[in-house]
């Protein structure tokens, strides 16, 4: 791990729903010290809780696989990118759930990708290598001026 503005974090999680709180413990943990408010710690923890429980859930038919999860610090807060060899899925492109369409006419799912579009600043998806690449942003002040990496 270095240290300073681009301080950086690599784990490796099993893909398999106990390895949550491991998740809890990093996101965690990397955002205190990022300097986050506990506010913004716990919707970069829930955003990555769902993203992550998606993967395991809907990424492969079986078997045991590696989710890459690599957090790190820049100016202003936290980019968390969530790398995974499953079978493609860009959550990005699943419209926005609008809770005033009635029941009886919404679709099923969606609602935790509106949950971490919510939680999150920034989101992109791209799908590279065979690989599926969900980067979430978080700043400090939730407010709407990007993070750019510097040169």
């Known amino acids: 791990m270095q240290g300073g503005e681009h301080e950086a974090v690599d784990l490796e999680l099993p893909n398999d729903i106990d390895a949550v709180p491991s998740l809890?413990?990093?996101v965690e943990d990397f955002a205190a010290r990022a300097?986050?408010?506990?506010v913004r710690?716990?919707?970069i923890r829930l955003a990555l809780e769902e993203a992550f429980v998606n993967v395991v859930r809907y990424g492969w038919e079986g078997g045991q696989h590696v989710i890459h999860l690599r957090l790190v610090r820049e100016?202003?807060?936290v980019v968390a990118v969530l790398d995974d060899d499953g079978r493609p899925f860009n959550p990005l492109e699943v419209p926005p759930f609008n809770s005033d369409t009635p029941?009886?006419?919404?679709r099923e799912g969606g609602m935790g990708i509106n949950m971490i579009r919510s939680l999150t600043d920034e989101q992109t998806?791209?799908?590279c290598g065979g690989r599926n690449r969900l980067r979430l942003t978080?700043?400090?002040d939730?407010?709407?001026?990007p993070i750019r990496p510097t040169p």
């Open 24 to 26: 809890h413990e990093a």
């Open 35 to 38: 300097g986050l408010p506990e």
């Open 41 to 43: 710690r716990l919707d």
């Open 75 to 77: 100016a202003g807060g």
């Open 103 to 106: 029941l009886k006419e919404r």
């Open 125 to 127: 998806y791209e799908r």
């Open 138 to 140: 978080v700043r400090q």
């Open 142 to 145: 939730h407010s709407t001026t």
